[in-house]
């Protein structure tokens, strides 16, 4: 799927902003340490490993990825849709890699990494009897959401979906199995990846081939911070410069979009 080309031109027209030194980073050097907010939803995002508790998965290793492009250690702090806003402002985290696209609402609260490091739709899953076999068909149904959702306005404008948000998408999930909605929409690898490889939802499928408003996946931060701004967007635009994130994505059982593919080719014909 195709980039979505009004989202990308409306984020990289945000982008020109005043370069003023902040704090932040010299805080991150200071401590030897960055303290990230993850999701942990599921894989191939996040989890807790039942044996050692660490957290493991791709936004794990892309928070690593980030600690060892500014030289300094990892700290990942579990995040909830419902709180990881909040998390990033009161200062418990210093960036959010945490499921959070690009969006308009958000960028005009938050500040974010330039250079997306992906683009991430939204899938719908529902119980295979349940007679929803496309978006058209959420019409007037109640769809369960997480918190903060960027998935809410167009289910509900766009299809006419009655949304019922929860705090994450564990508690979604449960709801649907619960019957208390026709169908949960939720970033689109994660689904896929629960319909495909766990037998517990082997009665469920996904609804459409065709993920709803994919966006651009970003690194977020507080407002004004543009020493940290810069230096995690140079390390990012290395990422697409090696192929780096290529291959994170594939040892996570995921599959690289096409926007992933293009900016690896960009940047690595770029000067280093």
Not at 173 to 184: E, F, H, S, V
Request: proline share 6%; charged share 20%.
């Amino acid at each position: 799927m195709k980039p979505t080309r009004t989202a990308l031109a409306a984020l990289l027209a945000l982008t020109a902003l005043a370069a003023h030194a902040d704090a932040t980073l010299d805080r991150i050097k200071q401590r030897g340490k960055i303290v990230v907010g993850v999701m942990l939803s599921g894989p191939p995002f996040g989890t807790i490993d039942p044996v050692t508790q660490r957290h493991v998965g791709y936004n794990v290793q892309l928070s690593e990825g980030v600690a060892k492009g500014l030289g300094v250690g990892v700290e990942t702090v579990q995040v909830q849709p419902s709180n990881r806003v909040q998390f990033l402002q009161q200062g418990k985290v210093d960036i959010l890699i945490a499921n959070m696209q690009w969006t308009q609402e958000r960028s005009e609260i938050l500040s974010f990494v330039p250079t997306p490091f992906e683009e991430v739709g939204g899938a719908a899953i529902a119980k295979k009897s349940s007679g929803v076999r496309q978006w058209d068909d959420l019409r007037g149904k109640p769809v369960c959401v997480s918190q903060g959702s960027n998935f809410t306005k167009p289910l509900a404008d766009q299809y006419g979906a009655q949304i019922k948000a929860f705090r994450g998408q564990p508690e979604s999930l449960l709801a649907l199995k619960g019957g208390n909605c026709a169908a949960a929409v939720h970033v689109s690898p994660t689904l896929r990846e629960l319909v495909a490889s766990n037998a517990d939802w082997k009665d469920y499928e996904i609804v459409s081939p065709a993920d709803i408003i994919p966006s651009p996946s970003v690194i977020w931060l507080r407002k004004g911070e543009s020493d940290t701004q810069a230096a995690i967007d140079r390390i990012v635009q290395d990422w697409h410069r090696t192929g780096w994130l290529i291959e994170v994505e594939q040892r996570n059982g995921m599959t690289p979009t096409p926007l992933l593919h293009q900016l690896h080719d960009k940047f690595r014909k770029a000067p280093a």
